[in-house]
């Protein structure tokens, strides 16, 4: 047993730590859709938030830049934002479940003509969203449509856990490059061959930029903006928005950011993200601890 594979690249300890993961979504796998996200929300909200300390970190969030809630409305968010966190965490392994609902988006909002316009003509596009809603809800659109997205995923630490979530990402929309200098290789030279690449520019970066996010200063990294310039993309925020029954969406595009500096352009990012945060609060990752280091 020591000597196969999994055990060379996970050890005996990962493989124990992997098991209660496995067994979990074995169960979730066994009900339906719906009630699996239903379940793995319920159990997150009201067991795992408050046990591992979301909900502090949610509060301590809400307090800095949102200070006018009501405690009534920061509890409903505590409660929506671990319901959310744990719906995605389930499609990212209910993959066949989770495409079928995300392939009859809708794709909406004024950028998305001058999307499909790039793809089709082997145009750049970087495409940058935040830890809200589903991001990957578009990139299930654009396979379909026969165009191919590249996005840089962070590895797991656990072997065992990290070859299940590699595997069903690649099922959701390929090719995905491991964060890092060989995986920003990748994603840069699909970028160049007139591809599209999906990028996340939300999480607090010590090597960013002090630009600002919700009214507060926010270390932000440019390097979104700075991959379009280089390469003469256009720079679109999109979001994946969950629907009110909780497995459906609905895509928004939005237009391209407007040529200026990587500050300029980054700036113009956060606020957009922004806008959706304080018409959707519940469906972005208020766990990020997003403000430190300023």
């Known amino acids: 047993m020591a000597t196969s594979d999994e055990f060379t690249?996970?050890?005996?300890?990962n493989y124990l730590i992997d098991l209660p993961v496995r067994g979990m979504f074995a169960m979730l796998g066994l009900l339906p859709y719906r009630a699996s996200l239903a379940l793995a929300g319920g159990i997150a909200s009201r067991v795992l938030a408050p046990?591992?300390?979301a909900n502090r970190r949610i509060r301590a969030n809400l307090a800095h830049v949102l200070p006018q809630l009501e405690a009534a409305e920061i509890t409903r968010l505590c409660r929506q934002v671990s319901t959310n966190s744990a719906r995605l965490m389930v499609e990212s392994f209910r993959t066949a479940d989770f495409i079928a609902h995300a392939s009859r988006a809708e794709l909406a909002g004024p950028g998305v003509a001058l999307l499909l316009e790039a793809l089709e003509n082997s145009l750049p596009v970087v495409l940058v969203s935040g830890h809200?809603?589903?991001y990957q809800v578009l990139r299930v659109l654009l396979r379909a449509r026969g165009f191919d997205t590249a996005a840089i995923y962070r590895p797991m630490n656990n072997a065992?856990?990290?070859k299940r979530y590699i595997d069903n990402m690649n099922r959701i929309a390929t090719p995905n490059f491991p964060r890092g200098m060989k995986g920003t290789k990748g994603l840069l030279r699909h970028l160049r061959a007139g591809g599209a690449i999906a990028l996340l520019n939300d999480q607090a970066a010590l090597e960013g930029e002090r630009l600002h996010f919700m009214g507060k200063p926010a270390m932000t990294m440019t390097s979104a903006?700075?991959?379009a310039i280089k390469h003469g993309a256009l720079l679109i925020p999109y979001y994946g928005i969950r629907l009110e029954n909780g497995v459906d969406f609905r895509v928004e595009v939005e237009t391209p950011i407007s040529?200026?500096?990587p500050t300029e352009m980054t700036q113009a990012l956060n606020d957009s993200l922004e806008r959706r945060v304080r018409e959707y609060p519940s469906q972005w990752f208020w766990i990020h601890r997003r403000w430190k280091w300023t």
């Open 9 to 13: 690249r996970g050890g005996v300890v």
């Open 51 to 53: 046990a591992f300390g």
């Open 132 to 134: 809200f809603g589903n």
């Open 160 to 162: 065992f856990t990290n």
């Open 225 to 227: 903006a700075e991959f």
């Open 259 to 261: 040529p200026g500096t």
